[in-house]
């Protein structure tokens, strides 16, 4: 199983051991150009939407749960 992963070990080491190789420059640029807070944006957009939906649901079984508890204690 060590011998498996040892080509993955051995590619990350060598990617992260080049900061400024030329693969290293074009993939920065490629990255930090001038789309990227629209990029980030995106990115994000899926967790902002999941974290409304989740707090929107939340807010709404909140009513029942109480009830419930009043219910019980009652």
Known sequence: MALASAPHLLIA????ACPS????RAAR????DQDF?????????PFLVIG??????ERIG???????REEVEA
């Open 21 to 24: 190789c030329p693969v290293g």
């Open 37 to 45: 807070g629209t990029n980030l944006m995106i990115a994000l957009f």
């Open 62 to 68: 909140r009513p029942a749960a109480r009830r419930e």
């Open 13 to 16: 080491s060598v990617s992260s």
């Open 52 to 57: 409304l939906v989740s707090r929107a649901a």
């Open 29 to 32: 640029q490629d990255v930090f």
